[in-house]
């Protein structure tokens, strides 16, 4: 069975850090473009990141640029999303999902398949 497990969401102050975790089973990451995005209450979903197959590419939205990276373990079959500085608008409930376009990030969050079931960032004093 495919499917994507986010963690280590939490609640952390204003400023503080968290490293989220997308980790695949049933299948190889290898050859897709993983993207994180991001849902807050009252909002649409947005894209937050994302990184090619190889790790060759990355993107972020301007909202966290400077603040978050994305990177990826293929021997552990594993994204990560490390955010640091965080803002208070950052409060959401994180998801990563795989491309539709083999080993491409694409632009638009109904091009990504095979969501997770989300990991909540609270940050907040």
């Known amino acids: 069975q495919l499917q994507l497990v986010e963690s280590g969401g939490g609640l952390v102050q204003p400023g503080g850090s968290l490293r989220l975790s997308c980790a695949a089973s049933?299948?190889?990451?290898?050859?897709?473009?993983i993207g994180w995005f991001r849902q807050a209450p009252g909002k649409e979903r947005e894209g937050v990141s994302c990184i090619s197959s190889r790790g060759g590419s990355t993107n972020y939205a301007d909202s966290v640029k400077g603040r978050f990276t994305i990177s990826r373990d293929n021997a552990k079959n594993t994204v990560y999303l490390q955010m640091n500085s965080l803002k208070p608008e950052d409060t959401a409930i994180y998801y990563c999902?795989?491309?539709?376009?083999?080993?491409?990030?694409?632009?638009?969050?109904?091009?990504?398949?095979?969501w997770g079931q989300g990991t909540q960032v609270t940050v907040s004093s």
């Open positions: 999902a795989i491309s539709s376009v083999q080993g491409m990030c694409v632009p638009h969050t109904y091009e990504y398949i095979y």
């Open positions: 049933g299948f190889t990451l290898d050859y897709h473009a």
